[in-house]
């Protein structure tokens, strides 16, 4: 038996602490980072630990939707199938603006490097290597000066 991968094992706790917080009913959790396509890839390993868990997963991404058509295309239809099944939503910083982070009952931001964090997500990960990703605390400890002017 091979041990498992430190990406496996940050996908793990990250799936622990979100059926933790949000056990069942109908659950949205947004993946946004820089980069689509870096959350596209996340978000999909963190599909995978969910079904693992014997979740039903289904994963959107949200392109270039505005906060009406993420509500109009994606939200509410998951809400109106009800049911016990988490959506993942990845996609850009637009996840993650004012109007659209309340959306969310968990969302994740990736970092790569010396990439700003976005402190409004429930958590951080750093994914600078992709093999090894590291979760990073969500306070203004871990934003640069220059962002706070």
């Known amino acids: 038996m091979t041990a ?6 940050l996908l793990e706790d990250l799936v622990d602490e979100f059926l933790r917080d949000y056990p069942r009913g109908a659950r949205l959790l947004a993946v946004a980072s820089p980069s689509a396509d ?5 978000a999909g390993g963190l599909a995978a630990a969910l079904r693992a868990r014997g979740v039903a997963v289904s994963v959107a991404a949200a392109g270039d939707r505005d906060e009406a058509r993420l ?3 994606i939200v509410t239809p998951f809400r109106a199938a ?10 850009s910083t637009a996840l993650l603006a004012e109007r ?3 959306l969310w ?20 990960v750093d994914v600078t290597d992709p093999e090894a990703p590291t979760r990073r605390l969500a306070d203004y400890c871990a934003v640069p000066p220059s962002f706070l002017t």
């Open 100 to 102: 659209t982070r309340g």
């Open 38 to 42: 870096r959350s596209a890839a996340f």
């Open 105 to 124: 009952h968990f969302s994740v931001w990736l970092i790569d490097g010396d990439e700003v964090p976005h402190t409004a997500a429930t958590t951080l």
């Open 82 to 91: 009800g049911g016990d099944a988490v959506e993942i939503v990845s996609g």
């Open 4 to 9: 498992p991968t430190a990406a496996r094992v």
């Open 71 to 73: 509500r109009a295309e």
